[in-house]
């Protein structure tokens, strides 16, 4: 768990107005901390936006249901029923229109699903520590808003993420998600494959983060035909992920920079230790400001 107050700022960074980095796992010890930051930073009441974890949720593309809008949920309820791995009884779902596409059909829309008996338990915990809970919201959208909102990139731009075990290409445009690739290599991987940055050459799994960043670039270009990436920007802090934005860079010939938390929000030392779930933390919290 990790947690964010940030005061956002017309163009530039949010400015960090405090965080509760992760405390364990037991549901108990995180309600406890987090309430106890609530009181002590006086932030009952304050809108909150919880950001779900990667695996915690589905996103499907369907087709637009041809229904008025006031039925488009339960249309898509029913589209979903033979692809969600539970029942669709115990689903909550939000659409979001998927951007078009270079081939004219009928109008896609991206549904995402996520359990509703393991989603209750957490807006208790937000609830019962006063803050006001305002958006649920996925870490594809959280990513976007660190794009646009604390970067402020509006062209068309590529970022890599990588958590202890696995990792995400994005691909996004002004404010607009476009799609997401799943790697199923972390930075715990990539540690061990580059020996924490004393390996002088670049390795095998460098290689592969490399093709997968082409490959989804090369999709973004066939499929939605909105001009190239600009940019691939690396999000995270240390020398095997600056060794990976050089390694990308030169491999693919195109501009890729290492993004560390200092550049994200404004007032916080480029020295200090942060979680890797800060990213989502922050984004989040841009989509609620």
Known sequence: MTAVHVRPEAGQPPQLLSRLDAVGAEPARNLQALAQWVAARQLHGVPATLTLNYGSYQIHQVDK????????????????????????????????????????????????????SRLKPLVATLQATGLDLRRIDIPEFAL????????DRRDTTALLYLLPQRGVLQICRDDTFYFARTLEHGLEALARATGGG????????????????QRTMDYYDSHFGQGPVKKLLVLGRGIELQRLAEHIASALGVAAQLVTPAELVRGLDAAEPTHELMPLALGGALGCA
């Open 65 to 116: 249901p041809d229904v008025p809008a006031d039925e488009q949920r339960a249309a898509l309820r029913w589209r979903l029923k033979d692809v969600l791995d539970h029942s669709p009884a115990d689903a909550v779902i939000d659409c979001f229109d998927a951007p078009p596409t270079r081939q004219k059909r009928i109008e896609p829309a991206q549904v995402v699903a996520a359990r509703i």
């Open 144 to 151: 976007r808003n660190l794009l646009s909102r604390a970067l």
């Open 198 to 213: 004393a390996f002088s050459g670049h390795s095998d799994l460098e290689d592969r983060i490399a093709l997968e960043a």
